[in-house]
Every structure is written in C-alpha cells, then in structure tokens.
C-alpha cells in the first residue's frame, strides 16, 4: 500500500506441499489476529485440514467496509505476500471473520469475488445489498444471535440492514429462489438456507437464538461475547466455504 506499512499474520500447517487454499481472517473491531485465533480455533483447524491461515491486521484495529475501501487492496496484497511464500491455490481463497472482521470478509466478497471464491461472517456488521455488485453469484454463510446488543439482529435503522434482510440481499443478488428452507441445526440454532441460486451457490443463514454478539464454539476462551456453545461455527464455516472454488 503506497506511503503505508501493513502487516498480516500467517499460518502454515506442516507437510503441506503442492496447490494449498488460503483462508483469510479479518479480526473484530479494536481486536487483532491473536486474539482472533484464539477465539475461533481457527489455526488449529489449518493444521488439521491443511490450509494456510492468513490474518491481515486493521488500520488502528478496525476495517473500512466501505464500498471502494482501501482495505480491499490490502487484502489483494497479502494474497499476492503470501503466494510469494506458499504455494497457494488462487482458485480456493476464501474470506471469514467476525463483526467489524465479518463486514471486512463480505466487503470482498462485493468488490474482490475474482479473488475470494466464498464467505463466511460471524456477528457482522454488514451493508445492505445495494452497497454490493460482485459481478457473480457468490456464496455466503452468517452467523447471528438474536440477543446480539452490538450489532443488533434486526439491524440498525438505515445504517445497517437486519442479519436476515442482509442474507435475503446476499440471495436475491444471487438469484436464489426468494423463500428460504428452515431446518435446525441444534435446539437454539435455526439455519436458514436460499437454494436454486446461480453458479451453484448457496446463501446460509445461522440464527442463534438467544445468542450475543459472539462466536459460537463448544468450548469459548470466556463468556464476555457469549454466544451458543451447540455448535462451532469454525468447523461449519470451513466446511462450506471450502466447497467453493473459482475454477468451477
């Protein structure tokens, strides 16, 4: 980035060789990649899974999820670092984080979906549809509480879109059929899915009823940002994202 020194942490699982996915994770508002992985579990499940993890660190510990963010140019960036170290696999990178980070992750999925094949947000602080063209169909998985006192459920008047009319916005960008399935994946977490989308894709939506604004996982660092332990949103949102590739 011209006139600025950024950074980003990576991790790189052993005994990984030949084309490898990328998966990067943007951290929460005034938080940063340590506390991120701590979190989530995230570098744990690279290890296991064989994926490089790379954690890009926010401007004063936040990002601009604005449409034409500078943001989006260092996310390219470090991509492009990366790939100077690892071999990646440039048709299986995708976007995830949490809040402010999950904002951050859709953002690309908006302005960079020739860079990120999929996406996955946690507790976002998300623009609403008109702020967003990709250009494709792009697949999507969120996760939201309903007690979430942070960044609200149903949104925040004209600032920000409720969680389920910004994945309505996600699916009807998509061309998915307008009405979604409702199925459950534990007593407190609804998952509503849109299907018959373009390209294949899917928009999911995870409605963690009774949860704050945090990241459900079975065994959370604290109960601060709590949010439902019935599921890892770790696990589900590396198994959907990584079912994404640009090449097809």
């Known amino acids: 980035m011209a006139g600025q020194t950024r950074s980003y942490v990576l991790y790189v699982p052993d005994d990984v060789s030949g084309p490898t996915p990328l998966l990067l994770g943007f951290h929460g508002f005034t938080s940063n990649p340590q506390n991120f992985v701590e979190r989530t579990g995230f570098a744990d499940l690279a290890a296991s899974e064989g994926f490089l993890l790379a954690l890009p660190v926010g401007t004063f510990g936040a990002w601009d999820a604005l449409r034409g963010s500078g943001d989006v140019d260092f996310a390219r960036a470090v991509v492009a670092d990366v790939a100077l170290h690892a071999t990646v696999d440039l048709s299986r990178v995708y976007a995830i984080g949490f809040s402010n980070g999950g904002a951050m992750a859709a953002r690309l999925g ?50 920000l879109p409720g969680a389920v009319e ?42 963690i009823e009774g949860g704050g604004h945090g990241w459900p996982h079975p065994d959370p660092p604290d109960q601060i940002l709590n949010s439902t332990t019935s599921i890892s949103a770790t696990d589900l949102i590396w198994e959907f994202v990584s079912g994404y590739s640009l090449a097809g």
């Open 110 to 159: 908006c302005d960079a979906a020739d860079l990120v094949a999929s996406v996955g947000v946690v507790s976002g602080a998300n623009y609403g549809a008109s702020q967003c063209d990709p250009g494709r169909a792009v697949a999507v998985v969120a996760f939201h509480g309903t007690d979430d006192l942070i960044v609200p459920f149903g949104g925040l008047g004209s600032i």
């Open 166 to 207: 910004w994945a309505a916005g996600w699916a009807e960008n998509n061309g998915c059929d307008p009405e979604p399935a409702s199925a459950r994946a534990a007593d407190d977490v609804e998952v509503r899915t849109w299907f018959e989308c373009d390209e294949n894709v899917a928009v999911k939506l995870n409605v």
